[in-house]
């Protein structure tokens, strides 16, 4: 689902520019096959250092890092070019120009590196991994979108009502948000949202008790003077 939603919107011609700016949960790239068609520039901003080594692996194929050409596959065949697979994958690496560490704690938040800001911003499930409550998903949704030009577009994705996730063994908490929460959210910060759809979790896991995911397309409005 997060693949054939992201194609779609993707290719409708509506996100596209110079420079992409993500910031995801984890060491994930799939979400990016479509986009390397409308950005001269992708940046990937990671919370941890060990999401930054497991994507370096993967950018200059080494040994030990994770195989997405299955996601590769699916992406081609949505698109219709199953045959195109290798090719998809060695213009997503060309693609990807940074992939950096961000700290909320800094004022700039890759200080030293200085960013632009981007034409389109994807949000994939770190707000509620980074946000203690309700007051810092504000706080940091502010921060991160700091990096979104004006008239700039905003991808969001993310697991609702959840409360938390586990990776290799161990248990990290999710900030529990509805949409609602999220709708609110999103346009006291400045945003218009465009599109939004909830569906409800089909299987259920013990690696996480969100109930459904939220997907969000939005727009940053200008500033008037």
């Known amino acids: 689902m997060p693949l054939q939603l992201l194609q779609k919107w993707q290719e409708r011609g509506d996100f596209k520019g110079d420079v992409l700016i993500d910031f995801s949960l984890g060491p994930v790239i799939h979400h990016f096959y479509a986009a390397q ?14 999401c930054i080594l497991e994507v370096k692996k993967w950018m200059n ?17 949505m698109a219709g070019n ?6 998809k994958e ?25 960013l632009p800001q981007a034409d389109c911003l994807v ?18 949704c502010r ?16 697991g609702l009502n959840g ?6 063994g161990e248990r990290f908490h999710m900030l529990k948000y509805n949409e609602s929460n999220l709708r609110s959210i999103l346009s006291n910060e400045g945003f218009v949202i465009t599109h939004l759809e909830v569906s409800q979790r089909k299987a259920e896991s013990d690696l996480s008790d969100f109930d459904s995911v939220v997907f969000c397309t939005a727009y940053k409005q200008q500033k008037h003077i």
Not at 65 to 72: E, G, R
Not at 90 to 114: C, M
Not at 163 to 168: Q, R, S, W
Request: glycine residues 4%.
């Open 37 to 50: 068609k409308y950005f001269k520039d992708i940046i990937l901003l990671k919370p941890t250092e060990h």
């Open 61 to 77: 194929s080494r040994t030990g890092a994770f195989d997405w050409s299955h996601t590769s596959t699916f992406a081609t065949e």
């Open 82 to 87: 199953s045959e195109q697979c290798e090719e």
């Open 90 to 114: 060695v213009g997503l690496r060309t693609a990807i120009t940074h992939v950096v560490k961000f700290d909320l704690n800094l004022e700039n938040l890759t200080d030293p590196i200085v």
């Open 123 to 140: 949000f994939w499930c770190i707000l509620e991994a980074i946000s203690k409550d309700l007051d810092d998903f504000v706080k940091n």
């Open 143 to 158: 921060r991160l979108s700091k990096l979104l030009k004006p008239g700039g577009h905003l991808l969001y994705y993310g």
């Open 163 to 168: 409360t938390f996730y586990v990776v290799e």
